[in-house]
């Protein structure tokens, strides 16, 4: 087993026992306050258990199975054997100087979805980059000056990637803003470098990418940059992810979700189709290289 197939397993155990445990106290009519209560926990932390949001301990899960009633020992075991592979160690644990907590868990998320349909309008999707424009975009960023930490946040990047030729690899759609295109990140060789990257990456069967041209469309987000994530687990609730400056909002209500993909749904029908998006990949790459000629011929 791959260690991004590890990764994204703890990560499904940690919503299928957090869904679990919301589901059992639900039936038997506890409060999140009197759940917390049990084990000396707070409100928030018993809402974070059930979102798979935080590790879980053996006795915690213990106490709880017995407030909700679940006295079946097969029923039980089940459960609290949950606990130990939810707590396995993923490798993005081993950049936590670089991650910060909330953006971990979107990692884990990513690695465990069966498809992701995302937006964005500054930047080529981070599944999607290379180590250069990676690199040049965190750089640019401002708030990570030290090289060492740089290169770190890129082999991140680029370790997250594996997931798009991984065994269970999910289909991704990303929308992407004609603008992030048109941004010079790097300059004209890491923008060139990044466009014949993504015309490499729609010859996968799994990745579909469309452009939204410039003037056109992009009502429906005029909120920004978003994606939302679908696991194969019928039991998992599809989520949506907003990433802001320094934190991240994580979206699972049915209705907020709906809400999101019918935008997506909007986005991808007003985009260039893929075989129109690789042509416009194509004529930019072209400007580039038009501009990068230029810029050799003026030294």
Do not use: C
């Amino acid at each position: 087993m791959s260690t991004t197939q590890a990764g994204g397993g703890a990560t499904v155990r940690r919503l299928l026992l957090g869904s679990q445990l919301r589901r059992l106290r639900e039936a038997r009519g506890v409060s999140r306050e009197e759940a917390g209560y049990s084990i000396r926990a707070s409100e928030s932390k018993i809402s974070r258990m059930e979102l798979g949001r935080v590790g879980f301990k053996e006795r915690d899960v213990a106490d709880l199975l017995t407030l909700y009633g679940v006295e079946a020992e097969q029923e039980r075991s089940s459960l609290l054997g949950l606990v130990r592979d939810a707590n396995a160690t993923s490798w993005w644990h081993g950049y936590g100087d670089v991650l910060p907590g909330w953006f971990q868990n979107y990692v884990g998320l990513e690695e465990a979805a069966a498809e992701i349909r995302s937006y964005e309008v500054q930047f080529v999707h981070g599944l999607l980059q290379t180590a250069d424009y990676a690199r040049a975009v965190i750089a640019v960023g401002g708030h990570v000056t030290e090289p060492q930490e740089i290169e770190r946040r890129v082999e991140v990047r680029l370790k997250r990637q594996e997931v798009l030729t991984a065994e269970r690899a999910p289909r991704l759609l990303a929308v992407l803003d004609e603008a992030a295109l048109r941004r010079p990140w790097g300059g004209p060789e890491v923008m060139r470098a990044q466009i014949d990257r993504l015309l490499e990456l729609t010859e996968l069967p799994n990745v579909v990418l469309q452009v939204m041209p410039l003037g056109f469309g992009g009502l429906r987000a005029e909120g920004g940059a978003f994606s939302v994530l679908r696991f194969a687990e019928p039991e998992l609730a599809d989520v949506v992810y907003l990433e802001q400056f320094t934190s991240a909002l994580y979206l699972d209500k049915p209705v907020e979700v709906a809400e999101y993909s019918e935008a997506m749904d909007s986005l991808a029908a007003d985009s260039l189709s893929p075989e129109l998006t690789r042509e416009l990949l194509r004529s930019v790459r072209q400007e580039l290289s038009g501009v990068s000629t230029m810029s050799a011929d003026q030294i």
